[in-house]
């Protein structure tokens, strides 16, 4: 499965000067991570619409923090404080060694690519993946994305477990981004799609987040019975209309014992004694 960066939003120059370096010193940052030692700076200034002066500065600036590492050629790197804030930031994306557990049952069912999603402070997070043995195009998907939710069943599996008023707080008058052909962008409409969801148990993502590429996704929950995250698999359109039902009982089986996991009581795992 091909992964890129997810792009990061435009920084506006009106802001306060500060608040900007800092903005920029962040992208420069993700830039250098994602390029794995290829980041020059006439290349992260194309890339990041910097001035090459501007972009000198930030880079001086991470390198004097430990950020960042000069190597030969030009090129820069992310250096031991840099590499040590990445660990930290990813060691709270990962999920519980039980829920990876279940993920990992997830795929062995399927062998298409398995995600696990958690819904955390407001926001659904991908935590984890495990790619399918065909690999996918889904470009900027990855650990720690957060967008579309809108598009993407692992997200819809979630929003609709949701009050209507908190949906509502979240789409209304929001732009929903066309990301195919097949995406929907009306605001009732999603709320109309997450009801139906809500009373199947499943969520669909029909080539509406990647052309070709559909999903399916089922909820899981906490003790207190609100939703703390997804399970869903993504495979291609052609695959997906011969093995839909199957995947669906899979995503949904997952589920079922993610949440009896997190309430704490034995999971039941079928075929065990």
Not at 168 to 184: K, N, P
Not at 191 to 208: K, W
Not at 240 to 246: D, L, N, P
């Amino acid at each position: 499965m091909t992964h890129t960066a997810p792009p990061r939003p435009a920084i506006e120059d009106n802001e306060d000067g500060s608040l900007q370096t800092l903005l920029r010193g962040l992208d420069v940052l993700q830039a250098v991570a994602h390029l794995g030692g290829q980041a020059t700076a006439k290349s992260l200034s194309r890339q990041l619409d910097l001035s090459l002066g501007r972009c000198y500065h930030i880079l001086r600036t991470l390198k004097a923090g430990g950020y960042i590492v000069r190597l030969p050629g030009g090129r820069v790197d992310v250096g031991p404080h840099g590499a040590s804030l990445g660990r930290q930031l990813g060691a709270r994306f990962e999920p519980l060694p039980e829920l990876f557990a279940v993920l990992a049952r997830l795929h062995a069912r399927t062998r298409e690519t398995s995600y696990v999603s958690g819904w955390h402070h407001g926001v659904i997070t991908l935590l984890q993946f495990i790619a399918g043995e065909q690999a996918l195009g889904v470009g900027g998907l990855d650990v720690g994305y957060t967008g579309d939710l809108h598009a993407r069943a692992s997200c819809k599996a979630v929003l609709a477990h949701l009050p209507r008023e908190q949906i509502d707080i979240m789409f209304r008058g929001v732009e929903l981004r066309r990301l195919t052909a097949h995406t929907h962008r009306d605001v009732d409409s999603l709320t109309v799609e997450l009801s139906n969801i809500r009373r199947q148990g499943f969520a669909l993502d029909l080539e509406e987040f990647s052309e070709g590429i559909c999903c399916a996704s089922a909820a899981y929950f906490d003790h207190d019975g609100a939703p703390a995250g997804s399970y869903t698999v993504s495979l291609p359109v052609t695959r997906f209309r011969t093995t839909q039902r199957e995947l669906i009982a899979a995503v949904q089986e997952a589920a079922a014992i993610a949440t009896n996991l997190l309430r704490g009581h034995h999971p039941a795992v079928p075929g065990r004694d």
